[in-house]
């Protein structure tokens, strides 16, 4: 699938983001040359780096499908119910314990169908640009998503970022089947930073992108540059949270980019 280079829907970082971000990869790069380690930069997903959801959509998607035998009436409701309960953490593992019984590479053929059917995904141009500048400069990129990793996966392949490097909500397969036994950490707050560290082993981002309050702990990690994003308007479902974010990165001096 080739990428989304409707460049004009959105607005892309300032000149002055552009030389704050390119001035902290400098010293990076110099950084981890003396440490013989790689630079790490880790990004949310929905809504940081394209605008849909993509978590969320997918589970749509199965519904309509009905792909998923035995789910309750009315599972949307039912999902929704248990994210607004005041801990969505449950939720979000539910959305990859539904799975259970089915083979990994099955629910891997239904996200790569979802993404086909969303083509083209809505891309940030400025967030390509990114990513593109940290693989020049042979920076480990991460994709810490609150959503199931498996959903995520073909929108990471867009930007080049390996499977393993997604990060998100899972169970365990076991010879290749899905459990609906939880396995790492639940991706989202201090989740996301737990998650990153345990895959990078213990090397701290540089940078981190994140577009709501959930990714509070991935900016708060960060050494050097901490983007927080949105593309929301007033009346989205999340509009709020990216408020919420903005906020507290006005407060730190973080950069902030509406897209």
């Not at 959105?10 to 790069?29: C, G, M, R, S």
């Not at 901490?226 to 006005?250: C, D, H, I």
């Amino acid at each position: 699938m080739s990428l989304n280079l409707d460049l004009m829907k959105y607005k892309n970082f300032d000149p002055q983001v552009w030389t704050k971000i390119k001035v902290a990869l400098k010293e990076e790069i110099a950084r981890c040359q003396s440490l013989q380690v790689r630079p790490v930069a880790a990004f949310d997903a929905d809504g940081t780096l394209w605008d849909t959801d993509l978590g969320e959509g997918f589970f749509q998607y199965q519904i309509q499908k009905n792909l998923l035998p035995g789910l309750p009436p009315n599972p949307w409701r039912h999902y929704r119910d248990m994210k607004e309960s005041g801990d969505p953490r449950p939720a979000y593992l539910w959305l990859a314990q539904i799975n259970k019984g089915l083979h990994l590479t099955q629910i891997q053929k239904w996200a790569r169908d979802y993404l086909q059917s969303l083509h083209p995904l809505p891309l940030f141009a400025a967030q390509q640009d990114l990513i593109q500048l940290l693989h020049d400069n042979q920076v480990d990129i991460y994709i810490v998503t609150a959503s199931i990793k498996w959903s995520v996966e073909p929108g990471a392949q867009l930007y080049n970022i390996p499977s393993e490097n997604v990060l998100g909500v899972r169970t365990k397969v076991e010879n290749g089947i899905i459990t609906e036994t939880q396995e790492g950490e639940i991706t989202y707050r201090e989740g996301k930073f737990h998650a990153l560290l345990t895959a990078t082993g213990g090397r701290k981002p540089f940078l981190c992108a994140g577009n709501t309050f959930g990714d509070i702990a991935l900016l708060d990690g960060a050494t050097k540059i901490s983007l927080a994003v949105g593309a929301t308007k007033p009346g989205n479902e999340l509009f709020q949270a990216e408020e919420k974010l903005r906020a507290e990165a006005f407060k730190r001096n973080w950069i902030v980019h509406e897209f």
